[in-house]
């Protein structure tokens, strides 16, 4: 198994440097699992190399280390990223950014067929994806578990517009085979979703065998949750990798700032074309976006749910600043249009 099998390839303007290329499948209290051409092992930073603040490398990452056959290897670089999660650090109060899974071609956006589904979530977690860079596939899981399942097929379509819809089970296999062209050799897929929506057990169906440890919950209550509790990226019999996840909001706050506008871009194309430009869509003669709401072409729940979500991200930015006034800066977000 050579390192390109675990996806890597330089990116443009890669610098040339010391050490060996290597991916990074689990990162741990300071130690780090590395694969690379020469085998698996336990790598460490090299502290020099990450003085004045320097972020450690995370799971997915490509790294270059020096490498030991018969100890602990040394990191000297993270090499650049061509996608990341990253959330608001809670150990900094929620004001710096922390990088948390990198480098993933596919991000699956997992929600179970009971009480988890949810377009409002839904809509948090494309913003999530398509600020970090990869490509969103929504997977509706447990279908065995109900009848029909075309209604929440159809629901989910009406929210994330050409963002391609799955509908899964990990109990019985079906559907399974229409995830094929993402679970593909050399790809790196991770997996969002609240805890028990089933992420570890779409991973071990995909492999055909029990890779990752699932527990049973009761559906009814929800008990025996949080099985998961790292992030581990994982090969599969195919060659296609994994990233699992604890469950969403055990991850913390996240960062969706630049993904708003993308993943409400039907929305979005309402603004700018009221009569005020510093409309506030409230009581404004000739408001282009109360208009829409009237004649039916954009539903109200949808435009309350993009307000919310700016006025969540424009609060985490304003966190991220040390700015206080928060709603000042949502204010003037929203008269951007
Ligand atoms: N009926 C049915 N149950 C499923 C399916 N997929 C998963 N489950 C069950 O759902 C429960 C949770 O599954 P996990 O795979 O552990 O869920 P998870 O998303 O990894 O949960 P965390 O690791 O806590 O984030 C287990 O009891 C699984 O057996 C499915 O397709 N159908
Ligand atoms: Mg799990």
């Known amino acids: ?54 972020e450690p490398p995370v799971t997915g990452d490509f790294v270059r280390l ?17 996608s990341c999660f990253k959330r608001l650090d809670p150990s900094s109060s929620g004001r710096q950014a922390q990088v948390i899974a990198a480098n993933f071609d596919f991000v699956f956006l997992l929600m179970s067929l009971n009480q988890n589904f949810n377009v409002r979530r839904l809509e948090r ?10 490509k969103p596939v929504v997977v509706l899981t447990k279908t065995d578990l109900l009848r029909g399942h075309k209604r929440f097929l159809r629901e989910a379509g009406r929210v994330v517009a050409d963002v391609p819809v799955h509908a899964v089970s ?24 609240s805890s028990g929506v089933g992420k570890s057990s779409l991973i071990n169906a995909l492999a055909g065998e029990e890779w990752m440890p699932t527990m049973e919950i009761r559906e009814w209550d929800g008990k025996g949750r949080h099985t998961t509790t790292e992030r581990e990226l ?9 990233i699992d996840t604890p469950g969403v909001r055990e991850l913390g706050l996240w960062d969706a700032a630049g993904g708003v506008e993308r993943t409400f871009a039907d929305v979005e194309a309402f603004l700018g074309h009221c009569k005020f430009s510093d409309c506030r869509h409230e009581t404004e003669p000739g408001c282009a976006v109360r208009d829409a709401i009237a004649s039916g072409k954009l539903s109200r729940e949808r435009w309350e749910a993009y307000q919310r979500l700016l006025r969540e991200t424009a609060l985490q930015e304003s966190m991220q600043s040390g700015v206080r006034h928060a709603r000042q800066t949502s204010t003037h977000r929203f008269r951007r249009t």
């Open 1 to 54: 198994m050579t390192v390109c099998d675990y996806g890597y390839a330089p990116l443009p303007g890669e610098p040339e440097g010391k050490g060996i290329p290597a991916r990074v499948t689990a990162a741990r209290g300071g130690y780090f699992h590395i694969v690379c051409d020469s085998g698996q092992g336990v790598a460490r930073l090299k502290a020099s190399a990450y003085r004045d603040g320097r």
């Open 125 to 134: 977690y494309l913003a999530l994806t398509w600020e970090s860079g990869a």
């Open 66 to 82: 020096e490498w030991n056959p018969v100890g602990e290897s040394r990191i000297l670089q993270t090499l650049p990223r061509k």
């Open 170 to 193: 990990a109990k019985t296999g079906a559907g399974l085979e229409e995830l094929s062209p993402f679970v593909q050799p050399r790809t790196t897929f991770v997996l969002l979703g």
């Open 234 to 242: 994982v090969m599969l019999p195919n060659g296609a990798m994994a």
